[in-house]
């Protein structure tokens, strides 16, 4: 077995075995991961079944312009994180620092846009408080709704914020040869935390900017 | 090698159909469907993540093993969501005694 003496840990009998062991414990994160933002998305559906007149018109204060092209830029960064992971599976050491390089510029573009949306938001007099005013029937219900938006939004963002800086311990790991084509596992599983919480988003952006629309 | 080298098309294929499905969850808001609207979102934005689950995740390629890991997470949250509704939502259905006789 070449190369594998290296990457290869002492407990397994070999690399293939490794690799799978390495996957089911990631995803075995990621189910706790599901649970811990199935709670809160379990919250906001059970309020918007009651308040949904309140939910639509709270809802309707979001940008659709802006979460739409949030939305592109977080799929766009997770082909680019495929990408990455594709190219160190061949080995192409210089290839993976490159599209870890564009996953990050756009995750952070996603950040930007969220934080000029919050800043909108504060503006507006829209976060939950004492300085929040609502012109609609149920300014309370609407409140509710904006309380989940930032606890959804931020715990995202949040997490976005971690996976950059997993990207950037990444770059530094390729860049000091670390992995090779029968050894990238850690790339993998960066990138399925990646996916993940690009999936949390695809989510979050329908619920939130799309309540009411028509 | 056991994994599985996931073709470059495949993954531009896959990249497309999420742009496209993002662009008609965002149209088909628009149309008045009354209560339809949620169900087509929660619809699209589920295929989506399905795609991003089976190709960007690999999980296609994976074990069978893999498939009840990530099936648990997901199973869970279905528990999760079909006991609590099934609860708070039905609540209204029977009149409640206004008191003890």
Known sequence: MPNHSTALAHQFDDIEQQHDSVSLGMWIFLSTEIMFFGGMFLGYALYRAWYSPAYAAASRHLDILLGGINTGVLLCSSLTMALAVHAAQLGARRTVVIFLIATILLGSVFLGIKGFEYYHKYEEHLIPGDHFQFEGANPKHAQLFFSFYFALTGMHALHMIIGIGLMLVMILLTLRGRFSPQYYFPIEMAGLYWHFVDIVWVFLFPLLYLVDRS | ?101
């Open chain 2, 1 to 101: 090698m056991s994994e599985h080298i996931v073709e470059k098309k495949t993954y531009f294929g896959v990249f497309g159909a999420l742009m496209a499905l993002l662009g008609a969850t965002v149209v088909i808001a628009y149309i008045h469907l009354g209560k339809l609207n949620v169900i087509a979102a929660l619809t699209i934005a589920s295929i989506k993540a399905i795609l991003i689950i089976l190709y960007f995740m690999h999980v296609r390629y994976s074990s069978r093993m893999l498939w009840i890991f990530v099936g648990a997470g997901f199973f869970w949250l279905l528990i999760l969501f079909a006991l609590s509704f099934s609860d708070f939502l039905t609540r209204g259905w029977l009149p409640q005694p206004t008191a003890w006789e």
